[in-house]
């Protein structure tokens, strides 16, 4: 069962939100601030998803989704919020949210995107439970984050997904438009040098792994184990 967070000051509307979304099938875990967010995730706890309010006190939602990107937790992050200019969006982008919807809102409008988003990720009914692993290099599907020899490693969100793909299809070439059309699915233009820009940090942060990502010439990038 898909499992999500919903986290805003206003008690009332986490309430209403929460039945809504269980009265749908999906189950969920309350959080009235950023910390109590956080202390949920420092747990263990794992979330398919985080509904997330940004200004709140102390620790606002968009701090609270830095600090998870930080730590290589790429986690969906839609943000509901009263915050609606185009400034606001574009940093709610900037923190690393998969959607941005502003307040007022309807229900049926949070759930369409919540599909979306959860469908664009990688939905509910895929193999969340899997992890990937190549010797000390494991990448956590299900909490979206990747450690090398334990280590927890900070990937940007198109990293994280770079590198599940290429380790979901191990030895199998991936050309730089195949990557695009796999990992920009949000309409923008890309091209094929963001690709290799994106790969190139990659390689640096995963260590001696980033060998394993070679580019043959005419085939395009693998993540080679043979």
């Known amino acids: 069962m898909t499992r999500i967070l919903?986290?805003?000051?206003?008690a009332d509307l986490?309430?209403?939100?929460?039945?809504?979304?269980?009265?749908?099938?999906?189950?969920?875990?309350?959080a009235f601030s950023a910390e109590e967010a956080l202390a949920l995730f420092d747990n263990g706890l794992h979330f398919d998803l985080i509904l997330l309010d940004v200004m709140m006190d102390a620790m606002s939602g968009f701090d609270l989704a830095k600090h998870l990107r930080s730590?290589?937790?790429?986690?969906?992050?839609i943000f509901l919020t009263a915050k609606s200019s185009e400034v606001d969006m574009l940093d709610g982008f900037d923190c690393g949210a998969d959607d941005y919807i502003t307040k007022p809102f309807s229900f049926p409008?949070?759930?369409a995107r919540i599909k979306a988003v959860l469908k664009r990720t990688g939905d509910s009914n895929a193999s969340n439970d899997e992890t990937l692993r190549y010797s000390g290099l494991e990448v956590n599907i299900p909490r979206k984050s990747v450690s090398v020899d334990?280590?927890?490693?900070?990937?940007?969100?198109?990293?994280f997904l770079i590198l599940s793909l290429l380790m979901q299809h191990r030895n199998v070439h991936f050309s730089r438009q195949q990557i695009i059309d796999r990992v920009w699915d949000d309409d923008i233009y890309v091209n094929e040098r963001s690709v290799d820009v994106h790969i190139a940090r990659l390689r640096k942060k995963i260590g001696s792994y980033g060998d394993m990502i070679v580019n043959?010439?005419?085939?395009?990038?693998?993540?080679a184990t043979e």
């Open 6 to 10: 919903v986290v805003d000051d206003e």
């Open 216 to 223: 043959h010439s005419g085939f395009g990038y693998v993540f």
């Open 14 to 30: 986490c309430e209403i939100l929460s039945f809504n979304l269980e009265s749908e099938g999906f189950e969920t875990q309350r």
């Open 71 to 77: 730590i290589g937790n790429q986690i969906p992050i």
């Open 150 to 159: 334990r280590a927890p490693v900070m990937l940007t969100k198109k990293e």
């Open 109 to 111: 409008t949070i759930l």
